[in-house]
């Protein structure tokens, strides 16, 4: 595999499982409702760590998107 399609998978990956983060959050806010603290300031549960992990997939998705075009974000 080279390395361009290497990024491709890895990015395809990330953006797979953050499509599955969202579709549990939807599904945790239907059952139990998120609260502004909860969201923010989670202290057990599903939602620790979510927003962060969330960012940092985010951030490596265009990050890749970037290096397969041989751009730059800056």
Request: glycine share 6%; aromatic share 6%.
């Amino acid at each position: 595999m080279s390395d361009i399609a290497a990024l491709k998978q890895e990015k395809q990956d990330l953006i797979n499982k953050m499509l599955e983060m969202q579709k549990q959050f939807i599904e945790h806010e239907r059952e139990h409702g998120v609260t502004g603290k909860d969201y923010w300031a989670p202290s057990e549960g599903l939602l620790v760590g979510y927003r962060q992990e969330y960012m940092d997939m985010a951030n490596r998705v265009v990050d890749i998107a970037h290096e397969i075009v041989g751009s730059s974000r800056l």
